[in-house]
């Protein structure tokens, strides 16, 4: 849990860097205690934009309507039996 305050983290959510305040109040204080500011605001930037393009990237397969057997819903690596329906 983060040291932040009840109005800085409303004023985040305001801006939309909702994602920047979860990623920095999942950093475990004992595993950044000693870190440089530049460092931690870091490695929330990064754990930000990776749900970011995560979301981006479940949009772009969510859109282009691909069907995925139940083999490759079951574990299986191979993409070579995606379907694409034409929607």
């Known amino acids: 849990m983060s040291g932040i305050d009840i109005e800085t983290k409303r004023k ?3 801006m939309g860097a909702a994602p920047m ?3 920095l109040e999942a950093q475990d204080e004992t ?9 931690r605001l870091r490695l929330v930037v ?5 749900g970011f393009n995560h979301a981006k990237v479940e949009g772009l397969i969510r ?8 083999r490759i819903c079951a574990g299986s690596t ?4 995606v379907v694409w329906t034409g929607t």
Do not use: N, Q
């Open 31 to 39: 595993l950044v205690l000693g870190m440089a500011f530049e460092e």
């Open 78 to 81: 191979s993409w070579t039996s």
């Open 12 to 14: 985040l959510r305001e």
């Open 46 to 50: 990064d754990e930000a934009h990776s």
């Open 21 to 23: 305040l979860e990623a």
């Open 63 to 70: 859109r282009a309507g691909l069907r995925y057997p139940a």
